[in-house]
């Protein structure tokens, strides 16, 4: 009874044993869940791997393919030393290999995508006698961009604040400019003020009225380039 139990025990730790090493050989791959990408702009799907055993010439790499809408799945890509894109199918001549193998990375590029590309992309590395691993998948969708110009909510406080500061400062020193010109021009035409100014303003008799006037008449004062010489 004793010998069969130690033998029950021995067969559990040899097939524990294998159950490790078995786990310890397969491999690991990764990608982005979710890829977005825009029409007729280049888009890559990323996967890497990690593999136990060392990276040999038998290491294969496919990307298979399938509509959102279902369908069946096709294989848009082989590598094995090198590449094999597509050569008939939905990405016909539109695949290409981005990846590097001695670093783990088996990504693959799509040229001018299309909104008839959005599906599941999966990506499977098999590297004998290291074969057996994940089936990640990639979803890919393609839309249209919209305006390449999009305010954040900082820009676009920072148009509101600082344009129309920017703005009063440029009439100011326009004005300051004028000022100066005109008295530059004064001073060279020996102009001298006459201490008796009589107004063109026409005397008013109702309060309101006369300053209503008076006010219009200093804006102008102030808005003209220029005043008349004596």
């Keep these: 009874m004793r010998g069969w139990a130690a033998g029950g025990f021995l067969r559990l730790g040899l097939l524990l044993l294998l159950l490790g090493v078995w786990n310890g050989l397969s491999l690991e791959i990764k990608v982005n869940p979710e890829v977005q990408a825009f029409v007729d702009e280049q888009v890559t799907l990323k996967c890497s791997f990690s593999s136990f055993s060392p990276i040999t010439e038998k290491l294969t790499v496919d990307w298979t393919y399938q509509p959102l809408t279902g369908g069946r799945m096709e294989t848009i890509f082989h590598y094995q030393s090198v590449a094999y894109p597509a050569v ?100 060279k035409s020996g102009y001298k003020k006459s201490s008796i100014e009589v107004s063109d303003e026409p005397e008013c008799t109702e309060k309101g009225t006369y300053l209503g006037r008076l006010g219009t008449w200093c804006l102008q004062c102030v808005d003209t380039d220029e005043e008349d010489l004596y």
């Design 88 to 187: 008939v199918g939905t990405f016909r001549d539109r695949i290409s290999w981005v990846g590097n193998i001695a670093k783990g990375d088996a990504s693959i590029a799509i040229e001018n995508p299309t909104t008839n590309d959005n599906g599941t992309f999966t990506c499977a590395v098999k590297n004998p006698p290291d074969v057996h691993h994940n089936i990640p998948q990639t979803t890919l969708t393609v839309t249209h961009r919209g305006f390449s110009f999009q305010l954040t909510s900082a820009a676009l406080l920072s148009i509101l604040v600082f344009l129309p500061s920017a703005i009063v400062v440029i009439l100011l020193l326009v004005r300051m400019g004028r000022k100066f010109g005109v008295l530059k021009h004064r001073k």
